[in-house]
């Protein structure tokens, strides 16, 4: 992610070991962290009550090419 929070480019690598491994992939998004540590910011290691939303998706699999 770009510190605009806008998405960038998707690495492979984990598709890659789940291909290899035969496993599923969970797509899972994580949002609100970024508020407790971003880049070239103060960290917020207390407890500050910053909500973090952690969706997961279907699993799916990726076939061998």
């Known amino acids: 992610m770009s510190r605009a929070f806008e998405l960038k480019e ?17 797509p899972t998004t994580i949002w609100g962290s970024q508020k ?5 910011t103060p960290k917020h290691m207390g407890r500050d009550h910053v909500a973090v939303h952690i969706t997961v998706g279907e699993p799916f699999h990726v076939a061998a090419r």
């Open 36 to 40: 407790v540590w971003s880049k070239n």
């Open 10 to 26: 998707f690495k492979l690598g984990a598709v890659r070991m789940a291909q290899q491994a035969q496993v599923p992939i969970l």
